[in-house]
């Protein structure tokens, strides 16, 4: 619970998915009626990523004093898995996700930090069992971060991951009963998230790095948007299937320059509306001129603008 | 329908919540406020116990106040008894005279009669105030009166001859020696008052 936080808005650093930091400042506390404020969205090149102690002393300069920080991790160091809500009392939850997950673990004795969301499934079919999304990264890990994040001057209030932030963007893009599936990229592959009343229900990962895509030519191209679609296809199979109650009616392609023509691709593939993302329907961009006008920069900061988006209420 | 609560994680898995301002700001407020209503509460106690203890102190004065009024009864009717004990001390003399005076004309009665009598009713009969008898005889075959007693002075006992001369001339007798000595004489005291001892004289008529 993050109460009392973010309820001015976010500095959201990304420190996954690209070969370069991104910072969003986004501030949430707008009248009724109003998109949330982007005050800053920097990209800072970086070879090193998260490690990078000056480049992100060199972002942080740049972004608005006096608004909490939260990171979201490189995909690669946390986890995210599905698993059956364990039948006890919330307050031993947490010691029986962590067994469960350590039998499974190749290393049960591994300290881990733990965080878990349900998939609400109790009133549309109250005889199904419960399921949730598990969290978990490294505690190892995570301490050493935070110890090379803080001469940088980035002490977060919060780590995220990706898939939440992508989820809040999707969650903010549905209408009324309507399920909806997101589709966003990055330099390592392409990512769906399935959301429905706000919440996550199934998510995807196909792994293809944007670096083979550059050098293959219109066939290899097509062969790689064909699984991409079928992914996809697939997905939105498994939602319906999994979850007889929701009905994904649009799928909305979030900004890939990388990626030239997926979105048509996806369009002639998949036998549901497929629309580009606006991002203006969703945040006012008016301060930061740079990311209305860059698709590019708008791909790179999206995951930073879903992560600061958590401090904006639900209508 | 309203939109169920999204759930946000944080794998920072902060282990107490983190204030904001406002949260710091209503919990000095109300640690205020009951701050207040604790003293508050004391104070009305302290306040309490006060009256309490105002209200014992005032029972306390009116017991005291009450056992002083019994004492002063008491007082006042030991004064008043020992007035009349002193009055009747004062009185002692006097009766013990006129007691000595019934003895005498008891004695004298039993040989005379008549005589004694009417000289008893003629000497009696001179009421002379600051005079009392203290003996009363009569001899030589009733010829001889012989009278004693106390005054307050001379001039009471002169009267009192005078007087009393008249009153035996029908009886031919007649009283014309007088001695007179000081002496100690208690005075009945006036109402409530104290008996006063001043100086008097004894005498005797014959």
Known sequence: MDWGLGSR?????????????????????????????????????????????????GLLA????????????????????????????????????????????????????????????????PARPRHLYAITTPTATLAAQLAAWRPA????????????????????????GEALALVAADAEGVGFVFTHEGSLYLDRYLSQPVAELAHADEAARGRAYERIAQQLNRSIDAVHRSYPFITVKRVVVAPMPDRPGL???????VPLPVEGLDLAQLVDMAAVPQ??????????????????????KAD | MNRPAVTHINLLERKTPTLSLGAVLAAVLALTVLG????????????????????????????????????SDEKAKNAQSVALRQEVEALQPRARAAQTLLSAVRN????????????????????????????????????????????????????????????????????????????????????????????????RLY
């Open chain 1, 263 to 269: 979105p048509k691709w996806l369009a002639a593939q």
């Open chain 2, 108 to 203: 004298a009665e039993g040989g005379r009669g008549d005589d004694f009598a009417r000289a008893l009713a003629a000497a009696t009969a001179v009421n002379e105030p600051g005079l009392w008898l203290t003996n009363l005889s009569l001899s030589a075959a009733g010829k001889r009166l012989e009278l004693q007693g106390q005054a307050a002075g001379g001039a009471p006992v002169l009267r009192f001859a005078r007087r009393a001369n008249d009153s035996l001339q029908s009886l031919t007798l007649r009283l014309d020696s007088l001695d007179m000595q000081p002496a100690t004489v208690v005075a009945a005291p006036s109402a409530g008052g104290t008996p006063l001892a001043s100086s008097g004289v004894s005498f």
């Open chain 1, 153 to 176: 001057g980035l002490r977060p209030k919060v780590v995220d991951i990706r898939e939440t932030a992508l989820r809040n963007i999707a969650a903010a893009l549905e209408r009324p």
């Open chain 1, 62 to 125: 740049l972004t608005p004093r006096g608004l909490p920080q939260l990171v979201t991790l490189p995909r690669a160091q946390y986890g995210l898995r599905v698993m059956p809500e364990p039948a006890v009392p919330p307050r031993e939850m947490a010691n029986s996700l962590r067994w469960a997950i350590s039998v499974d673990s190749a290393d049960p004795s591994a300290e881990i930090n733990l965080a878990w969301m349900r998939i609400p499934t109790e009133e549309q079919m």
């Open chain 1, 291 to 312: 990311l209305a006008d860059s698709p590019a920069l708008q791909a790179r900061c999206l995951v930073a603008i879903g992560a600061a988006l958590r401090g904006l």
């Open chain 1, 9 to 57: 808005g976010w500095t959201a650093v990304d420190c996954g998915g690209s070969a370069s930091l991104c910072a969003v400042s986004l501030k949430t506390a707008v009248g009724a009626g109003q998109r949330p404020e982007v005050m800053a969205a920097l990209e800072q090149p970086s070879e090193t990523g998260a490690a990078d102690t000056e480049a992100l002393r």
């Open chain 2, 36 to 71: 207040l209503l604790v003293h508050g509460r004391q104070t009305v106690s302290a306040a309490w116990q006060a009256s309490a203890r105002n209200e014992a102190l005032g029972q306390q004065i009116k017991d005291v106040q009450a056992k002083l009024t019994v004492i």
